[in-house]
Protein backbone atom coordinates (compact mmCIF):
# COMPACT_ATOMS: atom_id res chain seq x y z
CA UNK A 1 0.00 0.00 0.00
CA UNK A 2 1.27 3.33 -1.02
CA UNK A 3 0.01 6.27 0.52
CA UNK A 4 0.05 9.75 -0.80
CA UNK A 5 0.52 12.52 1.47
CA UNK A 6 -0.59 15.72 0.23
CA UNK A 7 0.54 19.00 1.37
CA UNK A 8 -1.35 21.81 2.07
CA UNK A 9 0.39 25.51 2.18
CA UNK A 10 1.60 28.65 0.47
CA UNK A 11 3.79 28.53 -2.16
CA UNK A 12 7.04 30.68 -2.48
CA UNK A 13 5.21 33.10 -4.97
CA UNK A 14 2.21 33.36 -2.98
CA UNK A 15 3.91 34.50 -0.10
CA UNK A 16 5.99 36.77 -1.82
CA UNK A 17 2.69 38.63 -3.53
CA UNK A 18 1.15 38.38 -0.16
CA UNK A 19 4.24 40.29 1.74
CA UNK A 20 4.55 42.71 -1.39
CA UNK A 21 0.76 43.60 -1.14
CA UNK A 22 1.41 44.33 3.02
CA UNK A 23 3.90 46.65 1.88
CA UNK A 24 2.23 48.75 -0.27
CA UNK A 25 -0.55 49.03 2.65
CA UNK A 26 1.86 50.04 4.85
CA UNK A 27 3.48 52.34 3.10
CA UNK A 28 0.25 54.09 2.08
CA UNK A 29 -0.72 54.03 5.64
CA UNK A 30 2.07 55.52 7.13
CA UNK A 31 1.49 59.17 6.21
CA UNK A 32 -1.35 59.11 7.88
CA UNK A 33 -0.52 57.32 11.00
CA UNK A 34 2.30 59.95 11.41
CA UNK A 35 -0.24 62.48 12.05
CA UNK A 36 -2.56 60.62 14.28
CA UNK A 37 0.64 59.70 16.62
CA UNK A 38 1.96 63.97 16.80
CA UNK A 39 -1.81 64.37 17.52
CA UNK A 40 -1.86 62.04 20.42
CA UNK A 41 1.05 63.06 21.60
CA UNK A 42 0.72 66.43 22.36
CA UNK A 43 -2.94 65.65 24.14
CA UNK A 44 -1.59 63.40 26.35
CA UNK A 45 1.05 65.56 26.91
CA UNK A 46 -1.21 67.96 27.38
CA UNK A 47 -3.72 65.78 29.59
CA UNK A 48 -0.13 65.44 32.08
CA UNK A 49 0.54 69.10 32.17
CA UNK A 50 -3.71 69.80 33.38
CA UNK A 51 -3.27 67.04 35.63
CA UNK A 52 -0.49 68.05 37.22
CA UNK A 53 -1.90 71.76 38.12
CA UNK A 54 -4.91 69.99 39.37
CA UNK A 55 -2.87 67.66 41.22
CA UNK A 56 -1.32 70.65 42.81
CA UNK A 57 -3.83 72.95 43.32
CA UNK A 58 -6.27 69.78 45.01
CA UNK A 59 -3.32 69.00 47.30
CA UNK A 60 -2.75 72.64 48.23
CA UNK A 61 -6.46 72.93 49.17
CA UNK A 62 -6.28 69.22 50.88
CA UNK A 63 -3.26 69.98 53.20
CA UNK A 64 -3.81 73.74 53.75
CA UNK A 65 -0.86 74.66 53.08
CA UNK A 66 0.00 75.07 49.28
CA UNK A 67 1.14 73.13 46.06
CA UNK A 68 2.97 73.82 42.86
CA UNK A 69 4.22 72.68 39.74
CA UNK A 70 7.80 73.86 38.61
CA UNK A 71 10.68 72.13 36.07
CA UNK A 72 12.55 69.49 37.22
CA UNK A 73 14.79 67.03 35.85
CA UNK A 74 15.24 64.64 38.62
CA UNK A 75 11.90 64.41 40.01
CA UNK A 76 13.35 64.96 43.47
CA UNK A 77 13.69 68.77 43.30
CA UNK A 78 12.69 72.07 41.44
CA UNK A 79 15.61 73.20 38.96
CA UNK A 80 15.61 76.75 36.61
CA UNK A 81 12.85 77.90 34.75
CA UNK A 82 13.20 75.06 31.66
CA UNK A 83 10.29 73.54 31.38
CA UNK A 84 11.16 70.93 28.56
CA UNK A 85 13.47 69.14 31.18
CA UNK A 86 10.04 67.76 32.85
CA UNK A 87 8.03 68.81 35.65
CA UNK A 88 7.15 68.00 39.43
CA UNK A 89 3.83 68.41 40.88
CA UNK A 90 4.91 69.25 44.77
CA UNK A 91 3.17 69.96 48.54
CA UNK A 92 4.51 72.75 49.82
CA UNK A 93 4.61 71.84 53.23
CA UNK A 94 6.32 75.12 54.81
CA UNK A 95 4.26 76.95 53.49
CA UNK A 96 7.33 79.24 51.86
CA UNK A 97 5.59 79.89 48.23
CA UNK A 98 8.70 77.73 46.63
CA UNK A 99 10.06 74.31 46.47
CA UNK A 100 12.40 73.65 49.69
CA UNK A 101 14.20 71.02 50.98
CA UNK A 102 11.10 69.66 53.01
CA UNK A 103 8.39 69.71 50.55
CA UNK A 104 7.42 66.29 49.43
CA UNK A 105 6.94 65.80 45.47
CA UNK A 106 3.69 64.31 44.35
CA UNK A 107 4.12 63.71 40.80
CA UNK A 108 7.09 63.97 38.27
CA UNK A 109 6.21 64.07 34.72
CA UNK A 110 9.48 64.00 31.97
CA UNK A 111 9.69 65.84 28.99
CA UNK A 112 8.71 64.80 25.60
CA UNK A 113 11.50 65.48 23.53
CA UNK A 114 9.43 65.98 20.50
CA UNK A 115 7.24 68.89 21.85
CA UNK A 116 8.15 72.37 23.68
CA UNK A 117 6.87 73.66 26.65
CA UNK A 118 7.25 76.91 27.49
CA UNK A 119 5.38 78.98 30.57
CA UNK A 120 4.77 82.89 31.07
CA UNK A 121 3.25 85.08 33.18
CA UNK A 122 0.06 86.77 31.22
CA UNK A 123 -2.25 84.83 29.58
CA UNK A 124 -2.06 86.71 26.15
CA UNK A 125 0.50 85.32 23.21
CA UNK A 126 3.31 88.26 24.50
CA UNK A 127 3.69 86.72 28.29
CA UNK A 128 5.32 89.06 30.06
CA UNK A 129 8.26 86.70 31.13
CA UNK A 130 8.97 82.95 31.64
CA UNK A 131 8.24 81.60 35.10
CA UNK A 132 9.88 78.40 37.37
CA UNK A 133 6.58 77.84 39.15
CA UNK A 134 2.70 77.57 39.46
CA UNK A 135 2.24 77.74 42.89
CA UNK A 136 -0.91 77.58 44.37
CA UNK A 137 -2.05 78.90 48.03
CA UNK A 138 -4.21 77.13 50.84
CA UNK A 139 -7.32 78.30 49.50
CA UNK A 140 -6.28 76.72 45.41
CA UNK A 141 -5.97 80.16 44.07
CA UNK A 142 -2.84 80.94 41.55
CA UNK A 143 0.10 83.08 43.94
CA UNK A 144 1.39 84.90 41.28
CA UNK A 145 -0.57 88.11 40.38
CA UNK A 146 -1.75 87.64 37.02
CA UNK A 147 -2.69 84.80 34.87
CA UNK A 148 -0.47 82.44 33.73
CA UNK A 149 0.09 80.65 30.34
CA UNK A 150 1.67 77.37 29.60
CA UNK A 151 2.28 76.25 25.57
CA UNK A 152 2.78 73.18 23.97
CA UNK A 153 4.23 72.91 20.65
CA UNK A 154 4.52 70.29 18.44
CA UNK A 155 4.87 71.84 14.94
CA UNK A 156 5.37 70.40 11.71
CA UNK A 157 4.96 71.98 7.89
CA UNK A 158 1.40 71.93 7.43
CA UNK A 159 -0.03 70.53 11.03
CA UNK A 160 -1.15 72.71 13.87
CA UNK A 161 -0.22 70.98 16.90
CA UNK A 162 0.23 73.96 19.41
CA UNK A 163 -1.99 73.62 22.51
CA UNK A 164 -1.98 76.82 25.47
CA UNK A 165 -2.75 75.82 28.49
CA UNK A 166 -4.45 79.65 30.82
CA UNK A 167 -4.30 79.32 34.79
CA UNK A 168 -6.53 81.80 35.93
CA UNK A 169 -6.15 83.57 39.46
CA UNK A 170 -8.44 81.51 40.53
CA UNK A 171 -6.35 78.89 39.78
CA UNK A 172 -8.76 76.78 37.41
CA UNK A 173 -6.83 75.74 34.31
CA UNK A 174 -8.09 76.30 30.50
CA UNK A 175 -6.82 74.49 27.58
CA UNK A 176 -7.22 76.23 24.03
CA UNK A 177 -5.98 74.58 20.34
CA UNK A 178 -4.06 77.55 18.57
CA UNK A 179 -2.66 77.59 15.09
CA UNK A 180 1.42 77.10 14.47
CA UNK A 181 3.45 80.79 13.69
Avoid: H
Avoid at 2 to 14: K, Q, V, W
Avoid at 122 to 150: C, K, M, N, P, W
Wanted: hydrophobic content about 35%.
Amino acid sequence: MSSATSSRGFTLIELMITISIMAIGMALAYPSFNGVIRSNRIATSTNNVIAALNLARTEAIRSNRGAGVCPSSTGTSCNGSDWNVGYLAYTDLDGSGDWTAGDTALRYIEANNQLGLTAAAGAGESGTGTISQVAFDRSGRVTQAVDLSLKLTGCKTGQDYQRRIVIRRSGQARMAKETCQ
